[in-house]
């Protein structure tokens, strides 16, 4: 599914370094976005679908935060998603400001860089798009403007990155599940995906904690009313997304396969399931900061039970779910 326009497209991005500045890797996005046709016109979730989780309403939760599926060439499609939530992304951070550590900002570049390059080793690399591949000029001056920091705005823009990455990481998990399969001695490569995956769900995290960038007072005056009734229906919450249920599921997949492998990709798969609890925990600690510690979720709004407490349960149900059994010594 890899075609010339996409080539291109990851040509202007990938030599994009840590050290360059925002504004550069703004330009180099908006470059790279400009190689690539839009998306195809906006797909429907399917009566299977919505039956199958009903209380879930996958199209309220892609509604609110202005996600929109669609279909098309799938690599082109996952390609423009990418530099389309990067771009958002950086723009809102040059024009709103950003309170993100040094290191939380690198590990949000470092995601969407690892996804350019693990695209680009996958698809074009020792392929004849490689060859014919051409970066687009960049532009030197990518204006953003100063915006007042809008609360409700930065938490849709920063589950529009999560989702994004969430993605990314069903893309590199689900080559791992192939790669095992077709050669289970594929040791290098395997170890490569499980690396991207890694770095991946570590940026999932910093996407959580870009997200809740605001004070606490924001959250209460402006965000959580917005996902309560009469605004949106009861118990709305994060734990809709079908793209995660969907990795969990890959996940539970790719488990046996890594269950007895060489010490490598053992290695690799510890490093990914920690990486997993540490993006729970930038999730529980956002919750907590906007008073999840002493109150309930949305989604449990009778409950006594603290919002934290729910996600410290799915956080350990979740990596025990994924983590392998191992045989008695």
Known sequence: MMNQRTADALRTVIDIAPQDSDRRALAAVDAALACLTSPAAATKYTDAE????????????????????????????????????????????????????????????????????????????????????????????????????????????????????????IVSVGCLEECLKDDPDAIDSACGLLEDATVLMIGSGASLRYAGDFTRTHYTDSVRPAMMPPRINAKFSGLQ?????????????????VASPAPAVDKSYRLLLDAMSTAYDAHISVCSRFGGDREPSLRTPDSKVPAVEILQRFRDRRLGAATPDRPAE
């Not at 693990?118 to 960049?138: C, D, I, K, N």
């Open 241 to 257: 997304l079908r793209d995660h249920r969907i990795l969990l599921k890959l996940l539970h997949r790719v488990k046996p396969l």
């Open 50 to 169: 919505r039956k199958a989780l009903p209380e879930d309403l996958y199209e309220e939760h892609d509604l609110f935060f202005g996600a929109i599926r669609v279909t098309g060439n799938s690599v082109e499609t996952f390609t423009y998603t990418m530099l389309e939530a990067l771009r958002s992304q950086l723009n809102d951070a040059l024009s709103a400001g950003i309170s993100l550590s040094s290191g939380e900002r690198a590990q949000l570049r470092e995601a969407f860089w690892t996804t350019f390059h693990m695209l680009w080793r996958l698809g074009v690399a020792g392929t004849p798009f490689e060859y014919a591949a051409r970066a687009h000029t960049q532009g030197t001056d990518v204006g953003t403007g100063d915006v007042k920091s809008d609360p409700l705005i930065r938490w849709r823009l920063g589950h529009q990155v999560f989702f994004a990455l969430i993605q990314a990481l």
